[in-house]
């Protein structure tokens, strides 16, 4: 792999916010030395993600599942609309909070069935009309009567085609938005149809093609995940994965490790093999192409789950749990994990708490500025940017350089929207540059660089992305250069 790719910079949309009187062109340009300083969490979408009814201030991600019966309005047997006061209200509370969203849709969710729920969430027209045609079933799960439907039927397949389809119009590129799962089908909208016994209800393949075919027209810049890349030819698709058994079904780590295998045979005894995922990810005994390299533009995360979710810190962070965890993290190149789990994070003040953002920090991407180099003559600073991490950042944000006076006043702002962060591959380097104007008043200036989070177009509070250097003016905001001009 090609340690440096030429990036076209230009200086794009420069906007000179004064008018110089007494100017000189002579300018003197003194590049900062950028060290290696490790970032500190939160930093926007990598991490443990927390629930979105219990966001913590330590997640720049939230997690959630919501009912198809919020999110979508019956209106015939054709057609329906989006309940976008519903979807609004959740992205504006997340990016309200500084936050970017992992959303996932579901039908059927067993554990909610209960006295006075059968676990099944459609639109009521569409509930009746399917139960009318026997597109229903039910047995039980946990005791209580469980509903599911007919994932066959062509009704409702064209319901869930229709609102991928405005799902996508309104939301792709969404700010606020990290990644849509491919929900909707199956118990908890996994792909599976656990606790639902009928299995002529289960979805066939071309409809299962049908479905991500709609996701994938529908969303060309938001991030989608699946669960399952063996089913409906999903690994053919341009779709990351979400392994909702994590460590206790990723890892080849216990061929590694005999402590390690004994461990998860201890804890595992519902969730059947110990290495889908990792069975997922390599091509499935040879039923399609291994894909190892998939991380590299899709993005890959996960849930713990289990006894890990009900108390996933504490011992997971050490010995080795903490060796297997690490190890996951990196052989999947993940970028967050959700299910912080019922005992929460651990206390703020504790060595676990420590380890914890640790681990956090080891996810995704790690940005930093290699090296700042200048053309006095002709007023250019280059930066060059390498990525510590173990995974890209998967989306373009621009990035951002300012001239600040010695009165901190902004004199000067160029956007380099040309930069591809999105190709920035571990261990990779990419150069971006600026221009500063050839007439300023005499004085000393500081050149300033950033990231844009676009969510900043919905909040006051978005999270920056911090890199890893010194020279922070604030957080996700560099100094790199300083000028004089005579």
Known sequence: MKKYIRIFSALLSAALLWTAVSCSTFIQITPNKMAYQETTMPNPMKGFASLYFQPTEDSSLEYIGIRFSDAYVYDSETE?????????????????????????????????????????????????????????????????????PNFNSSELMTHMINYITLLGEKYDGHPALAAVQLGLFGSWGEWNMSGCTKGSFYMNKQNMMRLIEAYTSAFKTTKLMARNPSLGNASTYDIGYHDDNFLFNSSDFHTQSPEWKALLKSLDKSYGTLQQFYDFINGCNGNYAPIWDKWQTQMFGGELSGIMYHDPFGSILKGTEREALDYCIKQFHMSWISGVGRGGIPDKDSEDYRTYLEVANSFGYKIGIESVSADSSGGKISVSLTNYGIAPFYYDWDIEYTLIDKNDNVVFTAVDDQFKLSQLLPEVSMQSSVTLPTKLEKGEYSVRFRFVNPSETLSLVAKPM?????????????????VKVK
């Open 466 to 482: 911090k890199l890893a250097n010194n020279n922070a003016v604030s957080d996700g905001i560099y100094e790199i250069a300083t």
């Open 80 to 148: 329906g609309h989006l309940n976008e006061m519903y979807i609004n209200d959740m992205l504006y509370s997340v990016a309200g909070r500084g936050n970017n969203l992992i959303l996932r849709t579901y039908i059927v969710y067993p554990g909610y069935n209960n006295e006075t729920s059968t676990g099944i969430y459609l639109p009521a027209k569409l509930y009746e009309r399917l139960k009318a045609q026997g597109n229903i079933a039910s047995n039980k799960y946990g005791g209580y009567k469980l509903e599911y």
